[in-house]
């Protein structure tokens, strides 16, 4: 039989990419991404969807016979912090009405991705194992931190197949940022290109866990696609590839584009930053399904700007 997969909110960074990759994997047909737009420029099967609407979810399910979901919706970290209840909703009352479709047996497999925003100021900054003080003070990390906790207790009480990673700061040339803290990494490759001063909100030293969208991508169906056997963990796994500063990036873009300049004016976004740890410790993710990223740093500044050329 084969697989059937819903993407929920497909329009965001990660759902685009990954829209294309399980198309390449399972068939057009057999793939459909949804979110709250009516109409969108998709290649590809596309139904408006919110997570939120029940009734409207298990419809869809059921129609199509979906045995996978992938919940991405949810309000990135800053954008969270100016609507938390919102921000709040969105990633749990949709979680909720994804995990009880699969308790009720309607849906197979889930994927649900956390983020490094569940850890907080408590939390020690440097090589953040898998398992530490987890205090978050954002409503984007509030509600990642339930969300793993109640992906938990539907494994351990219903059998639910829920998987997940914590995704660092991602950055990628197919899509534009969608208001994460991170995402001065995405906006300064196209200042960089069009001959601009970048204006960075974070500090030149703020140094953040960070990975090149196709290495979240593959860890993301590296995990789904492993024998159940081998997740140990239905929380969300850490997962790593690289740290940089702002100034670490700006040197690394210089040596490609000399005349590039940047200027540093943090605003409540490096806030949230600095309660994010500096690196991350991914080793049960390495020893329990494989993960090993693809992407340094060099390699991550050289994919963005040979991919973007032509297109700023």
């Known amino acids: 039989m084969a697989e059937k997969v819903l993407i929920i909110g ?7 990419e990954l829209f294309e990759t399980l198309k390449n994997s399972y068939g057009d047909a057999n793939v459909i991404a949804s979110d709250v737009k009516d109409k969108v420029e998709l290649e590809g099967r596309y139904e408006k969807l919110d997570v939120l609407d029940k009734n409207a979810l298990f419809e869809l399910v059921k129609k199509n016979g979906i045995t996978q979901v992938y919940n991405l919706a949810a309000l990135l970290s800053a954008t969270a912090e100016k609507h938390p209840q919102f921000g709040w909703d969105l990633t ?43 205090e978050p003070n954002t409503v ?4 990642k931190l339930a969300g793993e906790m109640w992906n938990k207790y539907y494994f351990e009480k219903y059998g639910v197949d829920v998987r997940g990673v914590r995704y660092p700061g991602l950055i990628g040339w197919k899509s534009l940022p969608g208001g994460g803290t991170t995402d001065y990494a ?15 909100f974070l500090r030149e030293d703020a140094e953040l866990p960070m990975m090149h969208m196709e290495d979240a991508i593959r860890a993301t169906r590296e995990i789904m696609e492993t024998d159940a056997e081998n997740v140990k963990l239905r929380t969300c796994y850490n997962i790593a590839a690289m740290n940089f500063n702002p100034a670490q990036l700006t040197k690394a873009i210089q040596e490609k584009i000399p005349d590039f300049t940047i200027e540093y004016n943090p605003d409540f976004r ?26 340094n740093l060099e390699g991550l500044v050289n994919n963005m700007l040979d991919n973007l050329k032509g297109t700023v």
């Open 270 to 295: 490096q806030d949230i930053a600095s309660t994010w740890p500096r690196s991350i410790n991914d080793e049960p993710a390495r020893t329990d399904w494989g993960w090993q990223e693809k992407y």
């Open 10 to 16: 497909s329009l965001g960074q990660v759902g685009q």
């Open 92 to 134: 749990i009352e949709g979680q909720f009405n994804v995990l009880n479709l699969a308790k009720e047996g309607h849906i197979k497999k889930i994927f649900w991705p956390s983020s490094i925003a569940v850890f907080g100021p408590t939390t020690p900054k440097d090589n953040t194992p898998q398992q530490t003080v987890i």
């Open 140 to 143: 984007y990390g509030i509600g």
């Open 186 to 200: 995405v906006d300064i490759f196209y200042s960089a290109l069009r001959g601009k001063v970048f204006n960075c």
